[in-house]
């Protein structure tokens, strides 16, 4: 049951951010926007630190001075997997009218959820892997920090799921095809969690290099788009304030609970 609700936990906060569809017409304001984005981003990259870069180089202690090395290497091969998948998926972030990977002839709200879809796959792969080393019974990683990480990205996908639903409302959508776009866009993660946890069953020498792959891939989207959309035009330290409230309580989530 412990295993169900670790995957499902963040989905489960991506589909009540799109619920707001149903109780909003217009998009958020600009500095909630940037509130929630900076919040998001907090969230991130203390989930990236405390729940997977730290358990990761713990892990490689038998490697002596060179236990940093699969933190690092593994961080960067999750940074270079997600630059090319910002490469070839076609997507279309939001409040931009041009598209970015492959040209492909696709509708707009589909290229806008492909775009969080992106942010979505390391964090159910962050969620999958914490889980997998609570499973295997690795002391560095407990069951409850793998459930204090699910909360967490829970909690900083509510916001996701609004952003992705209330504009789509406000474009004239129905309230019912808007958060279904919203929902949609994260159903990837109990996906790629799941895949995770089989993957890392059988590879478990590899365990450290997965928790710093994952936690690479959720600082690329962190520093390529969360951070600087938060900072855009006026009220940045907006963003910042928010980034400062998500990165505590995922920290003290993780410490507290882990």
């Known amino acids: 049951m412990a295993l169900f609700w670790g995957v499902m936990i963040p989905f489960v906060g991506t589909t009540a951010g799109a619920a707001c569809a149903f109780f909003l017409r217009n998009e958020l304001k600009e500095t909630v926007q940037k509130a929630l984005l900076g919040f998001a981003s907090g969230v991130m990259v203390a989930a990236s630190v405390w729940s997977l870069l730290i358990p990761s180089m713990e892990m490689a202690e038998g490697m002596g001075r060179l236990s940093f090395f699969p933190a690092a290497a593994g961080m960067l091969c999750g940074i270079a997997f997600l630059l090319l998948m910002d490469r070839v998926v076609p ?10 990977g492959l040209p492909a002839p696709l509708k707009k709200t589909t290229m806008l959820v492909l775009a969080v879809t992106l942010h979505n796959i390391p964090e159910g792969m962050a969620v999958g892997v914490v889980l997998a080393g609570a499973l295997m019974g690795e002391s560095e990683v407990s069951l409850a920090g793998a459930l204090a990480l699910s909360v967490g990205i829970a909690i900083q996908n509510f916001p996701e799921g609004a952003i992705i639903s209330l504009p789509l409302r406000s474009a004239g959508e129905t309230r019912g095809k808007a958060f279904y776009h919203g929902t949609l866009s994260g159903a990837v993660e109990p996906v790629a969690a799941v895949l995770t946890i089989l993957l890392a069953r059988f590879i478990e020498p590899v365990l450290p290099y997965l928790l710093s792959f994952a936690a ?4 690329y989207v962190v520093v390529e788009e969360l ?13 910042t304030i928010g980034f400062a409230v998500g990165f505590v309580i995922m920290m003290a989530l993780d410490v507290a609970l882990g």
Do not use: T
């Open 91 to 100: 997507h279309l972030h939001m409040d931009s009218d041009v598209s970015e």
């Open 216 to 219: 690479g891939a959720m600082l």
């Open 227 to 239: 951070v600087p959309e938060s900072a855009q035009g006026e009220h940045s330290n907006i963003g």
